[in-house]
């Protein structure tokens, strides 16, 4: 082979590697999700929030994880923390009492915050 075949099959591997990373794996968004869906929860409900990386095709990054803040804007009183849970999701267990709870969720990589709002029942 000539050095400039070599040369010419290095660069276009390396483009292609560059795409491939910039397609799949670079964190273009930051999608939340809480679980149970619903926005009524009964007394005693774990409610889970999860931070998932988007890349650029608009699904999952593979192997990648964001961090998780979340702000209780109303309602601290009803709940309590589940310290027991990694970066990118966290938990809450809603109290005893019925009433409101708002949390605000964010991340660093994530363009704007999203609300979630949450009826005790």
Not at 42 to 66: D, H, Q, S, Y
Not at 69 to 84: C, Q, T, Y
């Amino acid at each position: 082979m000539k050095l400039s075949t070599v040369i010419i099959a290095i660069v276009f591997l390396a483009v292609f590697a560059f795409w491939i990373w910039y397609l799949f794996f670079n964190i273009f968004e930051v999608r939340f999700f809480a679980y149970p869906d619903e926005r009524e929860v009964a007394m005693g409900t774990m409610i889970k929030f999860l931070a998932e990386p988007v890349n650029a095709l608009g699904k999952k990054a593979p192997w990648r994880k964001v961090n998780l803040k979340i702000e209780v804007l109303e309602g601290g009183e009803l709940i309590e923390e589940n310290k027991d849970t990694e970066q990118s999701y966290r938990c809450f267990v809603v109290g005893r009492k019925p009433g409101k709870v708002r949390f605000r969720l964010s991340s660093d990589l994530a363009h704007s915050p999203s609300d979630f709002e949450f009826e005790i029942k």
